[in-house]
């Protein structure tokens, strides 16, 4: 086994990674990678400049550690394809949705280490909100070390593994509520007769404001709406649009609904 660091699955979720793997200091060439799409691999591995290689099980030769991109579905047939060559010293980094950390560990007879990792897509533009868990196997020198990786990509957490399907409810999930929230913002700019792009301007720059007012002050979020909000104003009128319309009430079940869909996944 070398010393190379590897990936399976090098599409938007595995690239982010990577990408926040060299901007943490590793160089390229101690970089090993395989995809099922050759195009996709050629053109990443144009992109960043690794080793690109057939087949995972190369990459598992080469590599000890090994971030595992792939989707749900495909993470049985891929650690079976990998298992003849995996030994207690690998450590395997899973971004697959609703697999444990027991999921993975039981397809092997040795001792392997196991992390998985819950990013979203906003680490494409590294502004990534992820947790991790270690599995039973994990050292914390290893936990550390990928944490500090993926910290280049984003916010890190690491947390019981018990809590990973609520994470991928919220925040894995999570951009697609607040792009369908842009959408109908902006949506609704036109309808009082905004041009569509100065709509979509506003719209992306009020909720890119509205999170750094959170982040920033540290206010809790009813403290920051009251200060916008004046009695019978304007915003008291749209506030009672939002409650009418059960805004409040749909995101709350859409989490949750995502986190028991991640369960499902699992099962």
Request: net charge negative.
């Amino acid at each position: 086994m070398g010393e190379k660091i590897g990936f399976v699955g090098v599409g938007a979720m595995g690239s982010a990674l990577l990408k926040g793997l060299i901007n943490g200091g590793v160089n390229p060439d101690k970089i090993i990678a395989t995809d099922v799409t050759e195009d996709k691999l050629h053109e990443a591995a144009g992109k960043y400049g690794f080793e690109a290689v057939a087949d995972a099980i190369d990459v598992a030769v080469a590599a000890r550690i090994i971030f595992l991109a792939v989707k749900p579905q495909d993470m049985k047939n891929m650690l079976k394809s990998i298992a003849s060559a995996v030994t207690d010293e690998h450590l395997l980094v899973s971004v697959a949705a609703g697999i444990s950390t027991k999921d993975i560990e039981k397809r092997f007879d040795c001792n392997v280490g196991v992390i998985r990792v819950m990013p979203n897509t906003p680490c494409l533009v590294a502004e990534g909100a992820m947790a991790l868990s270690g599995g039973k196997n994990v050292r914390d020198e290893d936990l550390k070390l990928v944490s500090s990786w993926l910290a280049e990509i984003g916010m890190v957490r690491v947390v019981p593994e018990k809590l990973m399907d609520a994470v991928t409810g919220l925040s894995g999930s999570g951009p697609a509520y607040v792009y369908s929230f842009i959408e109908a913002l902006s949506d609704g700019g036109v309808l009082a007769g905004l041009p569509r792009e100065l709509a979509a301007e506003l719209a992306v720059q009020t909720v890119l404001g509205s999170a750094k007012m959170v982040m920033e002050t540290g206010m809790h979020p009813a403290v920051l709406r009251e200060m916008v909000t004046s009695p019978g104003g304007t915003t008291a009128a749209g506030l009672l649009e939002l409650e009418a319309g059960g805004v409040r009430t749909a995101a709350i079940k859409a989490v949750h609904a995502a986190a028991e869909r991640s369960k499902e996944l699992g099962s």
